[in-house]
């Protein structure tokens, strides 16, 4: 309860000015009270539409008094021109001092359209309603605005949409199945994860999503912004297709794409020459890098002879591709991230030599300079153990680990200078997808509905009341010595960052960050490929 009163009186402030007419709502009662053993009651007046219900009380603009009595034994009384005012209540057949009673008006509209209220005040089955007035208040209001909620283009709007999705469903079923099996094999087997594959497993998943709300009739806020982000994703993709085609044909796209590969090729072969000579004044062992530039610049000449032959292929996907672009823009951020992929393909395996060869020295090193001091690795216990051999075997050993070491030593900077050249590379095509990913991201969990709402101060993002006394004018009350408290509920706005917080669930993705200990770690030793 509010106060000391026994009954609290909540009334929609938009019944100010009827003429009259009969009250509907809800009503609770708690336990009696130990000490004057009386009982607290809460009556929720919430419309004056019935939904065959018989009614709680009635509007009485005259000075007549209402003798009628409810069936349900309580019954209340109110004026409400030129303002809402109480004139009686009657509980269990015995009117209530109006000393004892709070009115409370609200806004019926602010609490029937927020979400976040009800879901900061829960209501529970059990609890002592009438001492903590406001999760039953928020339910009992909320509950019949559903039913009283009537409007036809609503009720059209939703079932177009719901019938839509159904149909996107059905559709994508199938290939769903397919697409999910073909991720499986790539992540287990290749330990390759392809953004287009998970970015329309994602979107399948978010119209699984849009259909449940739909179904359940929920005009959330998680249904909302997921309409609004795949809407808009839709829209920019469709304006990109149509933007790109009315400028350049499928054919142009696609001879940019080889050309473009084909002249990174050409600078990678450029590159391994400038690497054969002397790069930047260093001194390397001619030998080793003779080896690996020619090794590597038969890798670019198979680079090419790739593009060659995958050109009729390449040429039919790029099709598909294009129009596939249609569903969305992350769509298309995630076929150019593939794409990049593939173009790239041997570069990443470049990267991987390097790293294998680099990896293998430093490794060679360290045990070398293990068995120099008489240590080795227990791969066992995980640990560095002494060991010692009879005879005069030690001194051969040392000997032979002293030019082993030594040689690695001398090849240790010819292969770290190509060991650098491709991790370059493969950082800065890690930065190029890790750009493409956060686009995608953003795409995907686009809060621009939120902010909308926010920004026009939606009744939606109302997430928290108050209540503030306001004054009545007593000079037309019946009994202006025994008023009651008159009190206004309002409503407060919630944070956005709540709102985002709250609005959120597991098709939108978690926003992509490297794991920037493992990146070290992979740079310095090549032990983890990026």
């Avoid at 053993?37 to 809460?42: A, D, I, L």
């Avoid at 993709?237 to 050309?259: E, K, Q, R, T, W």
């Amino acid at each position: 309860m509010l106060g000391n009163a026994i009954v609290t009186v909540l009334v929609p402030e938009q019944l100010e000015g009827e003429n009259g007419g009969h009250l509907y709502g809800r009503f609770t009662n708690s336990k009696a009270h130990p000490i004057d053993e009386r009982e607290s009651y809460v009556i929720v007046v919430t419309s004056m539409s019935s939904n065959k219900k018989p009614p709680i009380g009635c509007i009485n603009n005259d000075s007549r008094i209402q003798t009628r009595r409810s069936t349900r034994n309580v019954w209340v009384e109110l004026s409400t021109r030129p303002q809402i005012q109480l004139h009686s209540v009657r509980v269990c057949g015995d009117n209530v001092c109006l000393s004892e009673v709070n009115l409370v008006t609200y806004s019926y509209k602010e609490i029937c359209e927020s979400e976040l209220i009800s879901q900061k005040f829960l209501y529970r089955e059990g609890d002592d309603h009438a001492n903590n007035i406001v999760p039953y208040f928020v339910k009992s209001v909320q509950k019949d605005c559903k039913k009283m909620d009537s409007c036809w283009l609503v009720k059209i709007l939703l079932v177009s949409l719901l019938v839509l999705t159904k149909t996107i469903l059905c559709v994508t079923w199938l290939p769903k199945v397919l697409l999910e099996g073909l991720h499986y094999v790539l992540v287990n087997k290749f330990d390759y994860s392809s953004n287009l594959l998970k970015q329309t497993l994602l979107r399948i998943r978010q119209f699984e999503t849009l259909e449940h709300e739909l179904k359940e009739n929920k005009r959330t806020l998680v249904a909302g912004r997921l309409l609004a982000m795949i809407a808009i994703d839709t829209l920019l993709g469709v304006s990109v297709v149509l933007l790109v085609s009315s400028h350049a044909s499928l054919n142009d796209i696609y001879s940019i794409f080889c050309s473009s590969t084909k002249l990174l090729a050409s600078n990678v072969q450029h590159l391994l020459e400038w690497l054969r000579g002397a790069p930047a004044g260093l001194k390397l062992n001619q030998p080793l890098t003779q080896a690996l530039s020619a090794f590597f610049s038969y890798h670019v000449h198979l680079w090419r002879l790739y593009l060659d032959l995958a050109d009729p292929v390449l040429r039919s996907l790029a099709s598909v591709f294009f129009w596939l672009g249609m569903c969305g823009a992350s769509v298309q951020v995630a076929i150019l991230s593939d794409l990049m992929d593939l173009a790239t393909l041997h570069l990443y395996c470049f990267y991987v030599y390097a790293a294998r060869m680099h990896m293998l020295q430093i490794s060679l090193l360290g045990s070398q300079w293990r068995a120099f001091r008489g240590r080795k690795w227990n791969p066992l216990k995980q640990r560095v153990d002494s060991y010692e051999i009879e005879g005069g075997h030690m001194s051969l050993i040392r000997v032979l680990t002293a030019v082993i070491f030594t040689l690695v030593i001398f090849l240790l900077p010819t292969t770290t200078v190509y060991y650098l050249v491709f991790v370059s590379l493969r950082i800065g095509l890690n930065t190029v997808r890790g750009i493409l990913s956060l686009t995608m991201w953003v795409l995907n969990i686009n809060p621009l509905y939120l902010i909308l709402l926010n920004l026009i101060d939606s009744n939606r993002m109302k997430g928290d009341i108050y209540f503030a006394t306001q004054p009545i004018d007593n000079s037309r009350a019946r009994y202006p010595i025994a008023s009651p408290l008159a009190l206004h509920l309002h409503t407060w706005p919630t944070p956005l960052c709540e709102v985002l917080l709250y609005a959120h669930s597991d098709v939108f993705p978690a926003m992509p960050s490297p794991n920037w200990k493992a990146f070290f770690c992979s740079v310095v030793f090549g032990k983890d490929l990026l």
